[in-house]
């Protein structure tokens, strides 16, 4: 079975900042990797697809990279309402979410 | 715009089935392109992927629930369901359906519904 390491589980960062989380998985993926975040209280929302790809309409400080065992996720310069948990999610195989980074403000 | 609305009791008995309705307005669920998916997440903390389904009643389980899990889809509703027998606190969580996009090299979930608590208690 496949399996998905993420890091920082946390992070505290202040605005401005360059931002990056990392993923990690157990055997090669090709580029079958997206990126959510989740405000409190609400669903997820798709970032990044296949990877590298933003989602239309995102904010063009989100980015991701990386293919077949780790990914990583970027937020250029971080912005109060980036606030959030991010995850990544595989689908190599079945589907398969990261464990999530939970980003504040320091 | 595509919606996704659950539905469903709030509390369910120990050892008793889960039931939930995921009810698809703004486009058709038998549309060839989608799958139709639910996700949990307990609170405070991640999401697991339940299964997913497609229009014609193909399905996919999570293995760690699959002798629990039953999906199923009423096309003549434009809604998919989720059955989950003999629960335990465990399963106390926010369920989510979505749209899933699972044709390689695509496999993404959007968009989600707003999510729906359910409590297992006695």
């Known amino acids: 079975d496949i399996q998905m390491t993420q890091s920082p589980s946390s992070l505290s960062a202040s605005v401005g900042d360059r931002v990056t989380i990392t993923c990690q998985a157990s055997?090669?993926?090709?580029?079958?990797l997206n990126w959510y975040q989740q405000k409190p209280g609400k669903a997820p929302k798709l970032l990044i697809y296949?990877?590298?790809n933003l989602e239309t309409g995102v904010p063009s400080r989100f980015s991701g990279s990386g293919s077949g065992t780790d990914f990583t996720f970027t937020i250029s310069s971080l912005q109060p309402e980036d606030i959030a948990t991010y995850y990544c999610?595989?689908?190599?195989?079945?589907?398969?979410f990261g464990g999530g980074t939970k980003v504040e403000i320091k | 715009q595509l919606q996704l609305q659950e539905s469903g009791p709030g509390l369910v008995k120990p050892s008793e089935t889960l039931s939930l309705t995921c009810t698809v307005s703004?486009?058709?669920?038998?549309?060839?392109?989608?799958?139709w998916g639910w996700i949990r997440q307990p609170p405070g903390k991640g999401l697991e992927w339940i299964g997913s389904?497609?229009?014609?009643?193909?399905?996919y389980y999570n293995p760690s629930l699959k002798s629990r899990v039953t999906i199923s889809v009423d096309t003549s509703k434009n809604q998919f369901s989720l059955k989950l027998s003999s629960v335990t606190a465990a399963d106390t969580a926010v369920y989510y359906c979505?749209?899933?996009?699972?044709?390689?090299?695509?496999?993404?979930?959007?968009?989600w519904g707003q999510g729906t608590l359910v409590t297992v208690s006695s």
């Open positions: 979505a749209r899933q996009r699972w044709e390689l090299p695509e496999g993404w979930f959007d968009p």
């Open positions: 703004g486009g058709s669920i038998s549309s060839s392109s989608y799958y």
């Open positions: 389904i497609y229009y014609s009643g193909s399905t």
């Open positions: 055997q090669d993926i090709s580029n079958y």
């Open positions: 296949d990877a590298s």
């Open positions: 999610q595989q689908y190599d195989n079945l589907p398969l």
